[in-house]
């Protein structure tokens, strides 16, 4: 166990359909990334919040948003879906974004847009 | 730009074998290396990491080398067992925004 939480583990939806992504990061990380892993693209960054504050944006789509809250949490927005949406999305959180700071990754919620 | 490079898969070994996946980078500047599992509808664990230049990661009988002058990051371990069949990623870690830059994964696959 990492110590970080994701919720729902699944997420089964239609296409244009709005939906929320929940991470919660280990006890003390301020550091939170989003990836998403796809069959076709395999893992890709998405975006990085240290501290409440965005740090870094990847491969992220313009429908797609997340933000972290004032106790670390973090939240992905995915909106007007669409089937190629569907892939394993993967929180994962570190202590701060120094050298050799390893992520510890969340079990991953699976969207499945129909 | 950044990016990593690693032998594809499906890797097939028979118990006990000897185990290889190749791993090289492309990098500006010295990025730390990982290797991450992700073993069957789990998800990804960090297996082992190496900061610098000639540093040796290793856990759980895995070893891993970070070779500057070969650019290269290749897993080992002396005999596999059922248990580490499983996917393996490489990865390095790039330093002007903290995002981890992904191999395409090697599925390992060891029969008994």
């Known amino acids: 166990d990492s110590g970080v939480t994701q919720t729902p583990k699944h997420l089964i939806t239609a296409t244009g359909q709005r939906v929320t992504l929940r991470c919660s990061p280990r006890?003390?990380?301020?550091?939170v990334y989003w990836y998403q892993q796809s069959l076709d693209q395999g893992l890709q960054f998405l975006i990085h919040?240290?501290?409440?504050?965005?740090?870094a944006k990847g491969n992220i789509l313009e429908r797609f948003s997340a933000q972290q809250f004032p106790d670390l949490h973090s939240e992905l927005n995915l909106s007007s879906l669409e089937l190629g949406d569907s892939a394993l999305y993967f929180c994962?959180?570190?202590?701060?974004?120094?050298?050799?700071?390893?992520?510890?990754f969340g079990p991953g919620t699976r969207l499945t847009v129909l | 730009g950044n990016s990593v490079t690693q032998m594809e898969g499906p890797v097939t070994l028979s118990e006990e074998a000897f185990l290889t996946i190749n791993c090289t980078y492309t990098?500006?500047?010295?990025?730390?290396l990982f290797w991450y599992v992700q073993y069957p509808g789990e998800g990804l664990q960090l297996l082992l990491k190496?900061?610098?230049a000639d540093d040796k990661g290793s856990n759980k009988g895995f070893e891993a080398t970070y070779r500057k002058e070969t650019t290269s990051f290749h897993l080992e371990k002396g005999s596999v067992q059922v248990s580490d069949s499983a996917v393996y990623f490489c990865?390095?870690?790039?330093?002007?925004?903290?995002?981890?830059?992904w191999g395409a994964g090697t599925k390992l696959i060891i029969k008994p």
């Open positions: 994962a959180s570190s202590v701060t974004g120094t050298r050799g700071n390893e992520q510890f």
């Open positions: 006890s003390g990380d301020l550091s």
């Open positions: 919040y240290y501290n409440g504050e965005e740090r």
């Open positions: 990098a500006t500047g010295y990025p730390s």
């Open positions: 190496a900061t610098k």
């Open positions: 990865a390095l870690i790039d330093y002007s925004n903290y995002q981890l830059i």
